[in-house]
């Protein structure tokens, strides 16, 4: 395959990458098609979307570009402050207050000529959903759970299944998630319906502490006791209806004012101006090194899952490099039922069912035995058990068509929540249905939105 | 120039100004800036490192524009350590940056005085040959040695010196020392002077737990021949009492119970560092040997078997006061152990002839703190490890199946370098020789297992083949995560804190199960 007669040294930019896209190889993808045309394709067609722009952004964004992609963008709602400057390399002190986006599209596309990188100064929530689906891979150098979490819903949105149950591939949104905190980082490589999506391993995420509200306002210990008292409490009796504002400074030094004189009362030491600040915004300790590492896994598996060129991770890794340097790989397994990225329990229905009639189905159905159901599709309540201002406001609906009130589509996802027994007690419980409606014209092969 | 406390705050709440302030002292060399050198040096310029000096020999070509962010179009056909350089000054301005225009192989033939000036030298992708010459070089010279390197998916990392010693190891995950096992006089006194049986009910529920824990702790003592719980039945009759309260500060006693049920006295590592031959300390020993040869003496004779007292206490249900009073016992004992200590360091000073004030009163706290959580790494010197490496280990790891993959880069790391010496090329440098160079790798590789004594050994076919397949590609992504790991690890070595990697580091792009192996 390999062409015999090519002349020694090309002077060819790619010249490294080459060795990984234009050879074949037995330790690689199983669609791996080694040759000129693969390296033309990613150079010409292959979208990919870098959501953030701090600390593992701007590194995700240079290890793309130097890693044969050419079309990129960049999302960002921030704008650059001068605590990132210690590691989002793409930014100097002159940039401080511009769009982070923007900057980092504009300095790589500075020194790296040929990629093309579109920058938007936005939220994630700001797009339409459609704007996610151009993109063959979508790169994730977040900082929230939250965030996370929508990226994760709009990309399973797109996700299909074929009536075995199976996801069809090309619906397959791919996603390349990293993390990181002081010396700890993960990344993880998400596929839709094949490997667990975000919400399908939730629980790997430990919950936020939390200082109980009669340790703050009556026996506080620590120095956090004292601040988050401060913050938390004193802020709202004192300056009521405004709310606190943790980037003004002089916010901050009124909590920090008044969590020292709280300290001194009750003999608690370690109030100082920068722990205040960490405590207050729950600022995470970050360095360049635990970014560059976790990015550039990050865009090595990008890498691998655009072209093919090696195994890829399979599924999680976790990284931490204070004590030596330990990384482990797990192999976690989907959800089935995840909300998110299965199949849910397919519905067939009549199109002239009531809402009412529908939610009587779902308590005889085997598979769901659902009482006292609340019903949304695509975000919208159909019919909610509770509050009794929602009940009374979503009645009507009960006697109305359900393929009416779901917008006359043909099939669509709905989600209903109630109360189902299981080893004779009773439990709440959320369930997503493939609600298909017989008989109806199915022309346009609707997306099957997640509705969340 | 930013106000240098701002920009770092991120990293401070990491490292502290004091290990601030030894990575802006440093000076460190940059052995070939290709991507894995120059993203090596990225990450510390940019955390402040004082001076770096690059040396390169070579001139920007158009394949380092594929995968080198630190070198732009308009270098090409210059220095590349010129123009990584200047780059890098752009990236932190407070940074001293020079640049020898000049092969690593000829400085380390020609002039090996030129590296005792460094802190460090970060040594990047240099053949076995060299890697050991520059190290006989920086272990004479005293200088501290790391060296990284990115071979298409695979790479590594190993530091390279005689001794590293570590007080603030910080680690994430260590028990507090409440001395739940082994309360002292005022901790016994402050105990009894509660109640259990209180009748007040929030004076009951605020009784801390550590309190709940040394009483009933005694009580059994004084029942049971002076002995703690130790058998299963034994600990879940100590904790039933408690199961009846439903209070917090209960709940927590029984959470903290197996803090009375170990073992008293110090860990078995920290006792092998107290056995070591350096602990026998004369005027050359380094202070951290010193400080160690006084925590023995103390952990033999007044600390009856224990370390010095840690001090602090975690965060417990309890009234303010309570809390507030608890907390002056252990630090006032924590006091009182460093004293003894210091009293020790001093009269050992004195000893070796050394000024008795040399190590000052917060190095000597500091290391009273974190007392239990020492930690000595000590590295082969590279040729002994190359001529004769740990062969059980060896063995160990190429028949393990969670290590072949890293083993045999390992290996194969070294048999390019091998061919590369007989042929004047790495295998599959070229497309045209990519067969020959297969079977050629595969008898190299063959010959080198031989000679470390593995000769039954086999790597797995498909490694041998994507190793030619790589042919000594240096892929810009591995170099920035095998960079990312060299420069964190620089910054363990010069702050003095965290725990740096023993042993070398085989990064694993193909399937990411890395390994560190010890040879």
Redesign the interface.
């Known amino acids: 395959m ?5 002349p ?1 040294q090309q ?7 080459d ?2 896209l234009l ?5 690689v993808g199983p669609t791996f098609e080694p040759g000129e045309q693969l390296s033309k394709d990613l150079d010409e067609y292959v979208r990919i979307l870098v959501v953030g722009a701090g600390g593992l952004g701007c ?1 995700l964004l ?2 793309l570009a ?2 044969g992609f050419r079309n990129l963008e960049v999302i960002d709602m921030d704008r650059i402050e ?2 990132n ?3 989002q ?1 793409l930014f ?2 002159e940039d401080v207050g511009k769009p982070k986006a923007e900057v980092a599209a504009k300095r790589v596309m ?4 040929g990629v093309d990188i579109v920058p938007h100064f936005c939220r994630i929530e700001d797009k339409n959903i459609e704007f996610y689906n151009e993109f063959a891979i979508i790169a994730l150098g977040l900082d929230s759970i939250e965030a996370r979490s929508y990226i994760n819903t709009v990309a399973c949105s797109f996700l299909e299944y074929d009536s075995d149950d199976n996801p069809r591939e090309e619906t397959i949104k791919p996603m390349v998630d990293g993390g990181t905190e ?2 700890k980082g993960h990344a993880r490589v998400i596929m839709p319906g094949i490997t667990p999506c975000f919400e399908c391993t939730i629980w790997l995420f430990p919950p936020q502490v939390k200082f109980p509200l009669c340790t703050l306002a009556e ?4 120095a956090a ?1 004292c601040i988050e008292y401060a913050h938390l409490i004193k802020w709202d009796e004192v300056h009521r209806g405004v709310p606190f504002d943790p980037d003004n400074p002089k916010n901050m030094k009124w909590v920090y004012d008044e969590a020292v004189k709280r300290a001194e009362l ?3 030491p370690g109030v100082t101006y ?1 722990f205040t600040q ?1 405590v207050v915004k729950n ?11 976790i ?3 990050c ?2 598996e990008t ?1 691998k899952i655009a072209t093919g060129c ?2 890829t ?2 599924n999680y ?1 976790t990284y ?6 330990h ?1 482990k ?1 797990t192999e976690f397994e989907r959800d089935k039922d995840c909300l998110v990225c299965g199949p849910g329990i397919r519905i067939e229905l009549d199109p002239s069912i009531t809402l009412q009639k529908f939610m009587d189905l779902l308590e005889e159905h085997p598979k769901l035995q659902l009482s006292k159901a609340s019903v949304t599709h695509r975000g919208k309540n159909l019919y909610m058990q509770a509050p009794p201002v929602l009940e009374e406001m979503t009645r009507p609906n009960l006697s109305l068509s359900l393929f009416n009130l779901m917008g006359k589509l043909p099939k669509d996802i709905v989600h209903v929540n109630g109360m189902t027994s299981k080893n004779d007690q009773k439990t709440s419980c959320l369930r997503k249905l493939r609600v298909v409606f017989k008989g109806v014209d199915g022309v346009a092969d609707m997306d099957t939105a997640g509705g969340a | 120039m930013a106000e240098p406390k701002v920009k770092y705050d991120r990293q401070l709440r990491i490292w502290g100004d004091q290990g601030q302030a030894a990575l802006e002292k440093s000076n460190i060399c940059l052995l070939n800036c290709g991507p894995t050198g120059s993203e090596t040096l990225k990450n510390l310029v940019l955390g402040g490192i004082g001076s770096i000096t690059v040396v390169d020999g070579s001139k920007v070509e158009a394949g380092d524009l594929g995968n080198n962010f630190l070198v732009d179009q308009s270098s090409l056909g210059q220095s590349k350590a010129k123009c990584v350089c200047s780059f890098l000054q752009e990236l932190n301005d407070a940074v001293k940056a020079k640049f020898v225009e000049e092969y690593p192989d000829t400085l380390i033939e020609t002039n090996p005085s030129f590296f005792s000036q460094f802190t460090l030298v970060v040594a990047t992708q240099l053949v076995e040959s060299s890697m050991v010459k520059l190290d006989r070089i920086c272990r004479e010279a005293n200088v501290i040695l790391i060296f990284a390197r990115s071979y298409g998916l695979t790479g590594f990392v190993r530091i390279s010196l005689k001794e590293h010693t570590v007080i603030e190891s910080k680690p994430e995950h260590f028990l507090d020392d409440l001395r739940l096992n082994n309360p002292w006089p005022e901790l016994k006194s402050f105990a009894e002077g509660f109640d259990l049986n209180v009748q007040d009910p929030v004076a009951h529920k605020h009784i801390p737990y550590v309190v709940i824990l040394v009483k009933l702790a005694d009580e059994w003592a004084k029942s049971h021949g002076g002995s703690l719980p130790s058998t299963r039945e034994e600990k879940k009759e100590f904790k039933a009492g408690m199961v009846a309260q439903d209070e917090d500060n209960y709940r927590e006693a029984i959470e903290s119970s197996f803090k009375v049920f170990a073992p008293r006295g110090i860990s078995s590592e920290l006792q092998q560092i107290l056995n070591d031959s350096s602990v026998e300390v004369d005027s050359s020993s380094s202070d951290f040997w010193v400080l160690v040869a006084a925590l023995k003496d103390f952990v033999t004779n007044e600390g009856g078997g224990e370390a010095p007292l840690e001090g602090s206490i975690p965060d417990m249900t309890s009234s303010t006061e309570q809390y507030v009073n608890l907390q002056n016992i252990y630090q006032a004992k924590a006091e009182a152990d460093f004293l003894a200590i210091e009293q020790m360091v001093r009269n050992t000073l004195k000893k070796i002839g050394r000024d008795p004030n040399s190590i000052p009163t917060a190095t000597i706290k500091s290391f009273c703190k974190n007392a239990r959580k020492l930690k000595v790494c000590r590295y082969r010197p590279i040729e002994n490890e190359f001529n004769s490496p740990n062969l059980p280990e060896l063995q160990k790891y190429l028949t393990d199946e969670d290590y072949s993959i890293a083993v045999g880069i390992y290996i194969l790391l070294r048999a390019v370098d091998r061919f590369a010496a007989n042929y004047n090329s790495f295998p599959g440098q070229f497309d045209s020789a990519m067969d020959e160079d297969i079977a050629r790798l595969k008898s190299t590789t063959i010959g080198l297992l031989n000679d470390l004594g593995c000769n039954s050994a086999a790597l797995p076919e498909d490694l041998i083949n994507e190793m030619c397949r790589f042919g000594a590609a240096e892929l810009h992504a591995v170099a920035a995560l095998v960079g990312g790991i060299a420069s964190q690890e620089v910054i363990k070595l010069i702050t003095r804190q965290f725990v740096p990697i023993s042993g070398t580091y085989i990064f694993n792009g193909i399937d990411h199960k890395s390994q560190i192996l010890f040879l």
């Not at chain 1, 026996?219 to 620590?222: A, E, K, S, Y």
Request: proline share 5%; aromatic share 4%; charged share 20%.
């Open positions: 390999a062409d015999t007669s090519v020694l002077p060819s930019r790619s010249r490294d990458l060795k990984l050879r074949p190889g037995n330790l590194e240079k290890d130097l890693s001068v605590t400057l210690n590691r390399f100097r002190l500075e020194r790296i000529s002081g010396f026996t506080p210990r620590t006791h009750f003999g608690i920068s960490g600022i995470i300790p970050a360095i360049a090194s635990t970014n560059a590492i990015s550039a896994a865009a090595l890498l090696s195994k991770l399979s890794l931490n490099g204070s004590e030596g340097l990384t790989v």
